[in-house]
């Protein structure tokens, strides 16, 4: 919870409908609920009961972490992983997304501009032979007194799905 900051006002919820066949999109409901998540939620979240999003975009318009979202459901994430090591990109974590696809994320140690993040992610992605992959933060600024909130991000590990990912010495480790 701590590691993901973000949204203080704003949250997302996804309730899949069914299961997920190799392949394909995860399909579900998704809603923003107008407030903040909280350790409930987490733990819902990973109990494998409601699926929490994210928004990495706060309200002063600075991000504790980016993600670059990979929708392609038959990725080989210990390729991506490799391709990350050969372009000394080690500071990405690599999770699966509900899809299978994967979800590069980032951390800061201190927040830092979304518009700044958002161009090193693509340009990380275009490094790495993916660009036009969606990123979060998908906004550079939220106008909240408009009551904009950011578009949110399904968080990792769901009922112990979408775990993260790691090479260790070449063997996968999740």
């Given amino acids: 919870m701590d590691l993901f900051q973000g949204s203080k006002i704003a949250h997302g919820v996804f309730t899949p409908n069914g299961t997920v066949e ?3 999109k995860a399909k579900g409901n ?3 609920l107008k407030e903040a998540p909280e350790l409930r939620h987490w733990i819902m979240h990973l109990n494998g009961q409601v699926g929490l999003g994210i928004i ?3 309200e002063d318009n600075t991000c504790s ?3 670059i979202d990979i929708d392609d459901y038959s990725l080989d994430h210990k390729a991506l992983l490799q391709k990350l090591k050969d372009e000394n990109l080690n500071k990405f974590v690599c999770c699966r997304s509900k899809s299978n696809g994967a979800h590069l994320f ?9 518009g700044n993040l ?7 992605a275009s490094l790495i032979g993916i660009a036009g992959t969606e990123i979060f933060p998908k906004q550079s600024k939220v ?3 408009r009551g904009d909130v950011g578009n ?3 968080m990792p590990y769901f009922g112990g799905t979408r775990t993260c990912i790691v090479i260790d010495y070449g063997t996968e480790i999740t």
Wanted: hydrophobic share 45%; glycine share 6%.
């Fill in 143 to 145: 106008l909240s007194n």
């Fill in 22 to 24: 190799i392949g394909e």
């Fill in 152 to 154: 949110w991000l399904n």
């Fill in 30 to 32: 998704s809603l923003t």
């Fill in 118 to 124: 958002q161009s090193y992610l693509r340009n990380v």
């Fill in 56 to 58: 990495p975009i706060n």
């Fill in 65 to 67: 972490w980016g993600v």
């Fill in 106 to 114: 980032i951390f800061f140690k201190s927040p830092v501009a979304a």
